[in-house]
């Protein structure tokens, strides 16, 4: 089993910046593929990235690409959401999730383990 807990959440005003953080415990060797989801309210969870262990990232939307930065750091069993330029439609509930597979399709069903979420509130 995969614990995830995220923090870096909070309220921010348009075009501000926020650093989501995630850290794993427990079988960590099972996070293969790890991605941020997030969700809005009214709305069904959305994939935001993702990333391999060797680094390498996938972006949902053009509209993250650029402003969204996903990292991970395995040595400290980390993984991170640097969000810049941040819009009123960013404001969701963001979560961490892990996969025990390599990353493939970035849709909630294909992953495994869930963290609890951090909420990102972005005002006008």
């Known amino acids: 089993q995969v614990q995830l807990v995220e923090s870096g959440g909070g309220s921010v005003q348009s075009g501000g910046s926020l650093r989501l953080s995630c850290v794993a415990s427990g079988d960590t060797d099972m996070t293969y593929c790890m991605a941020w989801f997030r969700q809005a309210p009214g709305k069904e969870r959305e994939g935001v990235a993702q990333?391999?262990?060797?680094?390498?990232?996938?972006y949902a939307a053009a509209s993250m690409w650029g402003r969204f930065t996903i990292s991970r750091d395995d040595a400290n069993n980390a993984l991170y959401l640097q969000m810049n330029t941040l819009k009123p439609g960013d404001t969701a509930m963001y979560y961490c999730?892990?996969?025990?597979?390599?990353?493939?399709?970035?849709?909630?069903?294909?992953?495994?383990?869930w963290g609890q979420g951090t909420q990102v509130t972005v005002s006008s």
């Open positions: 990333i391999t262990r060797d680094g390498s990232a996938g």
């Open positions: 999730a892990a996969s025990r597979r390599r990353c493939g399709s970035l849709l909630p069903s294909y992953f495994d383990y």
